[in-house]
């Protein structure tokens, strides 16, 4: 059974910094993307990064390219997001999500707000 455990939401001032974390379980397969969609208030999910599994590309949404870093370290089955230079506007609950052939899966999400 596929699990994705997010963490790491929380406040922050613009300009900051925060990292979220995803850890998986119960997946094996070699292909894949796993990575990060994100839902404000109002609006439409949106696709921010993710990593493939297979070769480690990345894919950046334009609203995040050269502020936010994913990586993943394999040994703790682990993904991250470095968000860096926040903005009021990437205020959401962000949303691990694993990309199989199969089917999708989502983590339940962390809260990520951006305030002065």
């Known amino acids: 059974q596929v699990q994705l455990v997010e963490s790491g939401g929380g406040y922050v001032q613009p300009g900051g910094s925060l990292r979220l974390s995803c850890v998986a379980s119960?997946?094996?397969?070699?292909?894949?993307?796993i990575g990060w969609f994100r839902q404000a208030p109002g609006k439409e999910r949106e696709g921010v990064s993710c990593i493939s599994i297979y070769d480690g590309s990345t894919y950046y949404s334009d609203s995040v390219k050269g502020r936010f870093t994913i990586s993943r370290d394999d040994a703790k089955n682990t993904v991250y997001l470095q968000m860096n230079s926040l903005k009021p506007e990437d205020t959401a609950v962000y949303y691990c999500?694993?990309?199989?052939?199969?089917?999708?899966?989502w983590g339940q999400g962390t809260r990520v707000t951006v305030s002065s």
């Open positions: 999500t694993l990309d199989t052939v199969a089917r999708d899966y």
């Open positions: 119960g997946f094996t397969s070699a292909h894949g993307n």
